[in-house]
Antibody, heavy 118, light 110 residues
C-alpha cells in the first residue's frame, strides 16, 4: 500500500520561503512512470495543482506560481519536496502531496496546513 | 487561472439521483480523460471515478461518470447522507502540461 506524508512548518512569515517534504512509503519516487505532485487548497476554496516531479526527475510548475516554486526529489530518503519563495497571505492553504499515475491522482497525503502570517 | 467549470452546489434527498456537471475545453476534457474526487470535511480528496467512467475498487456502483465532448458528468443514485461532501472534477490540460481541477461542488443531502 502506497502512503504519502507531508511534513514541514505550519507557520511561515510573509516574504519568507515555504518548505515542505513528502515522504513516500510503499513505492519509489525514482521508479515507474509517476508524477509526484503538489496540490494546494486555500481555506474554504478549491484545489489547485502546484507542481510535479516525474520519476525521471523532470519537473513542471503551474504557470501562475512558476517564478516562486521549485520541486525536487531525494531518492536516498524516498522523499520529494516543495519550496515556495516570497510567500504572502494568499499562499495560506492546505498543501497535499499526491501521486499521478495513468492519468489520475490515486494516492494522496493527508495534507498539511501552512499559514502565512507574521 | 482558468478552471474546469462546476456548479458550486447541488442537493438532493435520500434515495434521489443527482448529477454534477463539469465543463472544460479542447485542451483538457476534449482531449483527456476526466477524474472525479470526493472530499469529505477535513479530509484529503479521494479518487471516485477515473478515465471518465471507471470506479476504483471499493467505490459503490451508485457513483457513475460520463463524458461527451468537452463536458463530463458525475451521477450519484440512491443518495445517502454519507455522500454529503465536496466533489471535484479534474483532467490533464495539454496547454498547462499539468492537471486542471474544477472549482468544486458542495453536495448537500437534505
Amino acid at each position: 500500500q502506497v502512503q504519502l506524508q507531508e511534513s514541514g512548518p505550519g507557520l511561515v512569515k510573509p516574504s519568507e520561503t515555504l518548505s515542505l517534504t513528502c515522504t513516500v512509503s510503499g513505492d519509489s519516487v525514482s521508479g515507474g512512470n509517476y508524477y509526484w505532485s503538489w496540490i494546494r487548497q486555500p481555506p474554504g476554496r478549491g484545489l489547485e495543482w502546484v507542481a510535479y516531479m516525474h520519476s525521471s526527475g523532470r519537473t513542471n510548475y503551474n504557470p501562475s506560481l512558476k517564478s516562486r516554486v521549485t520541486t525536487s526529489g531525494d531518492t536516498s530518503k524516498n522523499q520529494f519536496s516543495l519550496k515556495m519563495s516570497s510567500v504572502t497571505a494568499a499562499d495560506t492553504a492546505v498543501y497535499f502531496c499526491a501521486r499521478w499515475w495513468v492519468r489520475k491522482f490515486d494516492y494522496w497525503g493527508q495534507g498539511i496546513l501552512v499559514t502565512v502570517s507574521s | 487561472q482558468s478552471v474546469l467549470t462546476q456548479p458550486p452546489s447541488a442537493s438532493g434527498t435520500p434515495g434521489q439521483r443527482v448529477t454534477i456537471s463539469c465543463s472544460g475545453s479542447s485542451s483538457n476534457i476534449g482531449t483527456n480523460s476526466v477524474n472525479w474526487y470526493q472530499q469529505l470535511p477535513g479530509a484529503a480528496p479521494q479518487l471516485l471515478i477515473y478515465s471518465n467512467n471507471q470506479r476504483p475498487s471499493g467505490v459503490p456502483d451508485r457513483f457513475s461518470g460520463s463524458k461527451s465532448g468537452t463536458s463530463a458528468s458525475l451521477a450519484i443514485s440512491g443518495l445517502q447522507s454519507e455522500d454529503e461532501a465536496d466533489y471535484y472534477c479534474a483532467a490533464w490540460d495539454d496547454s498547462l502540461n499539468g492537471v486542471l481541477f474544477g472549482g468544486g461542488t458542495k453536495l448537500t443531502v437534505l
